[in-house]
């Protein structure tokens, strides 16, 4: 009998990657999206999927809604990646932020808990829980302090230990993968990687004259999503549920990127790139670089792509598209 997997936020630059994975795994695979006034907004990453997967409507502060989507696909595993999903935009939406990505899982848990508490769980736990918390080596580790300097890194932090306490209290097979960042084509192009991706292609070919961006130094650990959800497929399906750090081991800095997106353009970044307040954070994230020697070592996860491969693909989508 087929598996069935239960993925939240499956329209999402991973839930799509994590859908075709577990596809190809021969799983049932199960999946909420949130209604759009663009509908091809709600889809656009799992239209080719339309015949292999079921979807709902659902929200994570909709208690009701997701009470039904568990009952229909009655899942064997379920991936919470639904969030509020963007850091800085958490600064001027902190209310609505704490409440989708921190209240919003303890609905999830509860459901869980009390609906099919056999099954396993795999919530989506994120770097910017470490904030500028550094060990003195240069990395972050599950032993790091954990200091989060956005509302998305306190929320974060707040279904973190809520998914831990839930596991402790109900004997529950909960478990965290705490992913640096990742990104691929998907990626919405309001991040800082799609961004400069799309806005050089731009750029290349005559549609715009400069790239706008916030800090230009701070340095992030950058992998390719699909690597990241074979991850996330390791970690729930472990024999005992933990917590895994998911990260390259490498960091770049915004500076880096550019350099090397422009220049594989054969362009200079400095003849484009400005910088705007705007985009910068009220209280910044200066640095991270994860240390994934756990899931390495106990896992067998090792990621595929390079940062020059991951940049690599993504300015193939956009010479592609544009």
């Known amino acids: 009998m087929k598996k069935r997997a239960l993925i939240t936020g499956i329209s999402g630059q991973d839930g799509s990657y994590l859908a075709e994975y577990l596809l190809s795994k021969d799983y049932d695979v199960y999946g909420t999206i949130r209604r759009s006034s663009v509908a091809e907004n709600q889809d656009s990453r799992i239209k080719h999927l ?3 997967i079921n979807t709902f409507y659902a929200d994570m502060l909709d208690a009701p809604s997701l009470a039904r989507v568990f009952n229909e696909s009655k899942p064997d595993e379920i991936y919470n990646l639904a969030a509020m999903s963007h850091v800085r935009v958490s600064f001027d939406v902190p209310s609505f932020t ?3 990505n921190a209240m919003g899982v ?3 848990l509860e459901l869980y808990r009390t609906v099919c508490p056999d099954a396993k769980f795999y919530q989506a736990s994120s770097s910017e829980m470490f904030g500028n918390t550094v060990d003195s080596d240069g990395a972050q580790r599950l032993t790091t302090p954990m200091n989060p300097v956005s509302p998305y890194g306190c929320a974060k932090l707040l279904a973190y230990n809520l998914v831990r306490h839930y596991r402790n209290a109900y004997r529950l097979h909960a478990c965290n993968g705490i992913l640096f960042n990742h990104e691929s084509p998907r990626r919405g192009s ?3 990687t799609n961004k400069v991706v799309k806005t050089a292609v731009e750029i290349k070919k005559g549609l715009k004259d400069k790239l706008e961006l916030g800090n230009m130094d701070s340095s992030r650990d950058w992998g390719h999503s699909k690597d990241y959800v074979r991850a996330m497929h390791m970690i729930i399906n472990h024999e005992t549920p933990d917590e895994f750090i998911v990260a390259t081991g490498e960091t770049h800095t915004v500076r880096d990127l550019c350099a090397y997106v422009f220049g594989k353009l054969d362009m200079d970044y400095e003849d484009y790139v400005v910088q705007n307040p705007k985009y910068m954070r009220p209280e910044e ?6 240390d994934a020697s756990k899931a390495r070592e106990v896992l067998g996860w090792k990621p595929e792509y390079t ?3 991951l940049m690599d693909d993504m300015i193939d989508h956009w010479m592609k598209i544009l």
């Open 50 to 52: 339309d015949e292999k």
């Open 106 to 108: 303890l609905n999830m």
């Open 307 to 309: 940062f020059e491969s």
């Open 190 to 192: 309001n991040f800082v």
């Open 98 to 100: 704490i409440k989708t």
């Open 285 to 290: 994230l200066k640095y991270l670089k994860g």
